[in-house]
């Protein structure tokens, strides 16, 4: 019986189901696929028995009776298919945790597979603006500062920041190197120890600091038999001690070096070196063979034969190295560590025509292989003898391939510039992308994509070509149709305003959401980098990458133009308005000022700063305390404290040192310059044991400044001491200092593993507001924090009011208000802009359909902060997930708001709650999967939510027996009617006519010369009409 036939039949004393149309894909007909929430509850309810004790099971028969007269819906045949899928051990009945332990499976399955086969949509191919005139050898993304690393082979070092603007370029050069004919052949981040290996065909590896502005060699590795040409560097994220280097020569030769201290030292420090802690160490390969370094050790195998080793990789889950030549013997070769760690044992395949590259998923347990003869291979690991899955389709020799782990993916790159990509589980090539890709017949190709951020780099030797994945935009709420860069609250107007890349700037109501006004092309085409309102919030100004700060008043027009860049283009990060200067920083080691009294031109140019130029690296960021104290934050970490009026500096902040700074006038720039340099070297040793002391020390690495706020409210921490400025940047750090006392009183790790961090707070100074790369924002009550100096730094974080991700992408801009006394957040990703409270309202978004009233969501009680902390905090205890309001709509996954661990973990399109008792395997599966994407519905952004999250939990507990209260006892003694007290009448008014002692004249009420002059303006009006009409009448005649 077909399914339409069957609602017919039960149309007339049920209700009917879902309608199916004809040609509807078999998996979305099934039963699993098209029950409702309120059809789960009358299942579950039929399950559910007087005991709680007792479980309802039900055979085969009472199954199909039964459900088709609870649903409502559905044929017996279809219900008795069902209960054949649940009932796979064949034991003749079912219970409720079977149905739904069967349910979620069906339906996590359903989403993984349509998660694999979504064809990702690309944006138009864009060429960077690269300074490297060789061919590009190598691409990495650091994760702990969120940069970019290009090589070439003239050794040429590329810094990107996040955004993919160049940010510096640097020479990486060995001595040997310097002539012509030796070059860099392969780069590699060691992330753990921040430090980078540089591989050159002088057959040495030299290591460099990241920690450095100047990148120096730190360690020389010579003496090596064949030139490494590939390398490859791992470590184990739950012990960073442990890592492995592997690299492989022209010799066929692959060799590792096993760090078991990469913490404390990578090698060991010879004996002859000098104490200068700048100079370089030079080791050579020999040595590390005889065991000299006892942090290290090696081991090494020679199966490809003389072939040039072309890739080499590490893999933890299988304990393994693998490598690849162009040979058809020996093509791949797994070496397997064995329990000793220092003996290899060997596997290979052989591959006609040998490969290019590969590429391996641990999930899958597949290697993908390049091969010349135009074939991409899926080989499993553990059998060598044909591969499990040949992907066809390319018609020329295939020279790269890459997993898209999360989708189960695979791209592939032929060296006739076609890109494919795959979908690994049907084996079918589901995108093939050929751009306008340099038409250039012999070319080095690098391949490089970035999962996190959906970048694929492409390199065509010097040139490097970039492809950006679309995000789905079709369930988003957009505010702007590009990204946003910049939010501002004016509680002038009450209204929050917007800037992105676009050059366009939107004004919104906070109270419901409403567009007012929007000011497109406000700097042509350039991109809107930052924003600021005057002192009295009647002026706008904005700052474009144009090299131009424009100032607009509410109603668009602009009144003035500041020539910030004079020789072009430059990157404002903020623009501070203050009573006598207005300051623009963000590209340069100076401060641009430029002073009211030339306000009187439309074009004004700056004027020198007195303080001169005490940074050593690019200012970020800025913020001003009255009545004179301005302070500066770089990107090497440095804060400088200035006085506003003298224009002069006096001191500089740093987390690992802290000096004064003499006037410009005193000292040569230079001189100040090398001295703090020398202050923030530190001895080997030093650097030994800080990085011993914690696993964290990765994260400290970049101590870039990226939002300063002083703490007004707190009054008196001259007097007595305490907090009164905050930093944050870097690694997710977040810093306190006292600038009385030029210390550094606490510093917390606010998010872990994701870079650098933004934050706002309050005008009270009760709330910090932080947001990191993954769109995830942490409110934090810091009232009571750091109040006092301590001679000994506050590592605790302060108490975690909550914590939730109102977006999927990096929040560019963050600020904190308050409307009505409630506290509101403002945060920007993307191309949307969120508001929210700190308590745990939904989270709106600016553009939705539906405007909200914020004064309606505030009405219901408010649950007390110091309640939810403590809650918060016996939770975390406990290690048992807590969902505030707010995070029960936007993420009905479970998660815990201080484990940032469980952010890692996975969720599903279908996941059950506390209530539905999971199947073991379903449980174990779960644990292995990614987490889902965001999906945003309507008015609110939410994560794809379980089905089955409105049933119940289970039996109430019977309530105990509670007293009846005094007014029901004795209903007269409390409700009986008392008579009514008469009222004394209020007296009526007279009649306006019988108060009126004269009558009105319009001339008592106003005085004489404005009677005058309106007179005046009368007779001026009729003798200009009449002289109007008689000019009329002689043009007529």
């Known amino acids: 019986m077909s399914y339409n036939n069957a609602g017919l039949e039960l149309n007339k004393g049920s209700q009917p189901g879902p309608e199916r149309t004809e040609g509807e894909d078999h998996r979305t007909a099934l039963l699993e696929n098209l029950f409702s929430v309120s059809d789960f509850v009358k299942i579950q309810r039929a399950f559910e028995s007087p005991e709680p004790t007792q479980t309802i099971c039900m055979s085969r028969e009472e199954f199909m009776q039964r459900m088709t007269e609870i649903v409502g819906w559905g044929t017996k045949e279809e219900y008795g298919e069902l209960f054949d899928k649940v009932d796979v051990a064949q034991d003749g009945f079912i219970n409720w945790d079977k149905l739904t332990s069967f349910i979620l499976l069906a339906l996590s399955e359903n989403y993984e597979r349509a998660k694999a086969t979504v064809v990702p949509q690309w944006k138009d191919l864009e060429f960077l603006p690269v300074k490297h005139k060789d061919t590009i050898q190598k691409v990495i993304f650091l994760k702990s500062s969120s940069r970019y690393l290009t090589i070439s082979k003239e050794g040429l070092l590329g810094i990107w920041g996040e955004n993919l603007k160049l940010q510096e370029t640097l020479p990486i050069t060995s001595d040997a190197t310097k002539l012509k004919h030796l070059w860099v052949t392969s780069l590699v981040s060691l992330e753990n120890v921040n430090k980078i290996a540089v591989a050159f065909t002088s057959k040495e590896i030299c290591f460099y600091d990241l920690l450095s502005k100047e990148f120096p060699c730190q360690y020389k590795l010579q003496g090596l038999k064949g030139t490494p040409i590939c390398m490859d560097y791992w470590y184990d994220p739950l012990d960073a001690n442990e890592s492995i280097l592997s690299f492989g020569d022209t010799t066929g030769k692959v060799q590792a070096i096993a760090f078991t201290a990469a913490l404390i030292s990578l090698f060991e420090r010879p004996a002859s070196a000098c ?78 025509q040998g490969i290019h590259a590969f590429d391996y998923h641990s999930w899958l347990n597949l290697i993908a292989t390049a091969g010349i003869d135009n074939k991409v291979c899926l080989w499993n690991p553990y059998v060598v003898s044909k591969p499990v899955g040949v992907l066809w389709g390319h018609s020329a020799s295939v020279i790269a391939v890459q997993f898209f782990a ?5 791209f592939s790159f032929s060296k006739d510039k076609v890109l494919r990509l795959w979908d690994i589980q049907h084996q079918l090539s589901i995108q093939r992308i050929t751009c306008s890709f340099p038409k250039s017949q012999d070319f080095r190709c690098l391949f490089h994509f970035d999962e996190a951020h959906g970048r694929l780099f492409i390199s065509f030797n010097h ?65 809107i980098s930052t924003m600021a309102l005057d002192a009295n919030e009647t002026r706008l100004l904005t700052g474009s990458t144009d090299g131009t700060v424009k100032v607009w008043d509410f109603n668009g027009y602009c009144h003035h133009v500041l020539n910030v860049g004079q020789e072009g283009a430059v990157d404002i990060s903020q623009i501070l308005v203050l009573k006598k200067t207005t300051l623009v920083i963000g590209w340069d080691r100076a401060i641009t000022v ?71 006038s005193d000292t040569e720039p230079q001189t100040l310059l090398g001295a703090r340099r020398s202050c923030s070297s530190y001895p080997i040793a030093d650097q030994a044991t800080l990085g011993a002391c914690s696993f964290e020390s990765d994260i400290k690495c970049n101590n870039a400044v990226m939002r300063l706020c002083f703490l007004e409210a707190r009054k008196n921490t001259s007097a007595t001491g305490g907090a009164n400025l905050v930093s944050c940047g870097g690694s997710g750090y977040v810093r306190f200092w006292d600038t009385f006392k030029k210390q550094l009183l606490a510093e917390f790790l606010a998010h872990s593993g994701v870079g650098s961090i933004i934050m706002s707070t309050d005008k009270l100074n009760q709330y910090l507001a932080t947001g990191d790369l993954d769109g995830w924002l942490k409110i934090w009550n810091i009232e009571e924090y750091c109040l006092n100096s301590n001679e000994s730094k506050i590592t605790q974080a302060p108490t975690l009011i909550r914590s939730f991700q109102p977006h999927e992408d990096q929040i560019s801009s963050l600020e904190m208000c308050e409307l009505g006394g409630h506290k509101l957040i403002i945060s920007s990703a993307d191309c949307s802009v969120c508001v929210t409270d700190v308590c745990g309202a939904p989270v709106w978004i600016f553009g939705q359909a539906k405007h909200w009233q914020i004064e309606n969501c505030f009405s219901l009680p408010k649950k007390d902060i110091n309640l939810m902390e403590n809650e918060i905090q016996e939770e975390n205890i406990r290690g048992i997930p807590l969902l505030t309001k707010e995070e029960s709509v936007l993420e009905p996954t479970e998660h815990s708001l201080l484990d940032k661990k469980n952010k890692d973990e996975a969720t599903y399109k279908a996941r059950s709650s506390k209530v539905i008792n ?8 779960n644990i292995r999967k990614k987490k889902s994407h965001n999906l945003y519905n309507d008015e609110v952004i939410q994560k794809s939510s379980s089905t089955f999250r409105s049933l119940s939990i289970g039996i109430l507990e019977e309530l105990p027996e509670v007293n009846k209260p005094a007014f029901l006892l004795d209903q007269e003694k409390y409700f009986r009617e008392e008579q009514e007290e008469e009222c004394p009448k209020t007296p009526e008014l007279p009649s306006l006519y019988k108060t009126l002692k004269a009558v009105f004249v319009e001339k008592n009420l106003f005085p004489k010369d404005i009677l005058d002059r309106e007179q005046r303006a009368k007779q001026l009006c009729k003798e200009t009409s009449s002289e109007v009409k008689i000019k009329r009448n002689k043009k007529q005649l």
């Open 275 to 352: 104490e200068d802690e700048e100079a370089t160490m030079t080791f050579n390969w020999a040595e590390l063979l005889s065991g000299y370094h006892t942090c290290c050790y090696t081991f090494e195998h020679k199966l490809h034969h003389g072939d040039w080793v072309r890739q080499v990789t590490y893999n933890a889950s299988l304990d393994a190295i693998i490598s690849s030549t162009t040979n058809n013997t020996n093509t791949v070769v797994l070496a397997w560590r064995e329990k000793s760690k220092k003996h290899l044992k060997m596997t290979s395949f052989n591959i006609a």
């Open 594 to 664: 430029f002073r009211p009294p030339n306000f009187n031109q439309f074009f004004i140019q700056p004027e020198e700063w007195k303080g001169g130029i005490q940074h050593r690296d690019d200012i970020l960021c800025a913020a001003f305390l009255p009545p004179q104290t301005l302070v500066t934050g770089s990107y090497d970490g440095e804060i400088v404290l200035w006085n506003n009026s003298t224009e002069n500096a006096h001191y500089v902040l740093h987390p690992n040192y802290q000096s004064p700074l003499k006037s410009q």
């Open 406 to 410: 999360a989708r189960k993916q695979l």
């Open 918 to 925: 999971l199947g073991i395997k379903y449980k174990e599966k």
């Open 463 to 527: 040139q490097l070509a970039l492809l950006t994945m679309k995000r789905d935009a079709s369930k988003k709420v957009k505010s702007h149709e590009n990204i946003v860069t910049c939010v501002l609250y004016s509680s002038l107007l009450k209204q929050v305003i917007s800037s992105d890349v676009g050059s366009t700037v939107s004004f919104w109501m906070i109270n419901n959401g409403q567009k007012i006004k929007q000011f497109t092309g406000c700097h042509g085409n350039a991109e």
